[in-house]
């Protein structure tokens, strides 16, 4: 059968059909494209077909694939982690402009896969990069990331701070759980299968953020910087709880579709 047969047959998003059959015949997805007429070998159709089926009984792709490229890097993940979101890109731009400002201690909580603190490290392999997960099996899938990549990342599995006690950063990040348990949006796309832990803070969906704002001030080193990934509709109240806290400069970015996706506060008390 032909490559572009086989394509063509699957009754998947095309472009993730390319995907799963280059990373099948271990190709680039461009090769898909320039070879339409190739052959596919028997046992490849009959991974792609497996692999077709399991995408349509909804495992995400990354997780059939076991790697989602972040940033400008591949990261292993595993059904222990969120997949890494291009909306978290936003939040790793951000850090970077405030770690090439010279905020070099730098905290990551809620690492997951460890895509944002791998990311920044990857910018500024200067900084001191921490990132803490309270899923011991998170922290392992980011461990094996750092050492994939050679990028030195201290890892701690706790709760928020409690992972780092007495300890001050100059930039602390999160991208925590802000989905509310409630929310239609868990029963669609990729989320049924990620962990729940990742995803929901509780009734309201502000909660995980409430509880990081909250505790920041005892973290952060004077002039340091807060950057929390929300909700689309969590912005106003994400700056407001800044506000309140004591946090200054307080101010969000949208992401690449124009949603209000990252804020955060200088902490100048
Ligand atoms: C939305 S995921 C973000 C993962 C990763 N930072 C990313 O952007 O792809 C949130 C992460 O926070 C972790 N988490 C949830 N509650 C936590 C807590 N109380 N303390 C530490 N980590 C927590 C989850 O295990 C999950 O890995």
């Known amino acids: ?9 699957a009754t998947i998003d095309r472009q993730d059909a390319e995907v799963l059959l280059a990373s099948i015949l271990e190709v680039e997805r461009a090769w898909i494209y320039a070879h339409g ?4 070998q028997p046992t490849d159709i009959h991974r792609f077909r497996t692999g077709v089926e399991a995408l349509i009984s909804g495992e995400p792709l990354a997780y059939l694939l076991g790697y989602r490229d972040f940033w400008t890097l591949r990261l292993r993940v595993t059904p222990d982690v969120l997949i890494p979101r291009r909306e978290t890109e936003h939040l790793v731009e951000w850090a970077n402009q405030c770690i090439g400002d010279g905020a070099l201690r730098v905290l990551d909580l809620g690492t997951g896969s460890g895509a944002v ?13 921490c990132g ?24 701690r599995e706790g709760d928020w701070f409690d992972a780092v006690p007495g300890e001050r950063w ?10 509310a348990a409630d929310d239609p949006h868990l029963y669609a796309g990729d989320l049924p299968a990620e962990p729940a832990t ?9 909660e995980s953020l409430e509880q990081i704002i909250e505790r920041a001030p ?11 990934e929300h ?18 400069t307080v101010s969000t970015r949208r992401d690449w579709s124009g949603q209000e996706r990252i804020t955060g506060g200088q902490w100048l008390s």
């Open 198 to 206: 990742a995803l929901v803070a509780g009734k309201t969906g502000l």
């Open 170 to 179: 100059q930039l602390i990040l999160s991208n925590p759980p802000y989905i």
């Open 231 to 248: 909700g689309f509709d969590q912005a106003a109240a994400v700056r407001e709880i800044l506000a309140n806290r004591g946090f200054t």
């Open 1 to 9: 059968m032909m490559v572009s047969d086989l394509i063509h047959d």
């Open 132 to 155: 803490v997960d309270l899923s011991s099996q998170a922290l392992a899938c980011a461990r094996a990331n750092g050492r994939d990549l050679a990028l030195s990342v201290e890892w």
């Open 218 to 228: 005892e973290f952060i080193s004077r002039g340091g910087w807060l950057l929390l």
């Open 37 to 40: 007429d190739a052959q596919v």
């Open 117 to 129: 603190a791998l990311a920044c490290k990857s910018e500024h392999p200067e900084a001191e990069v």
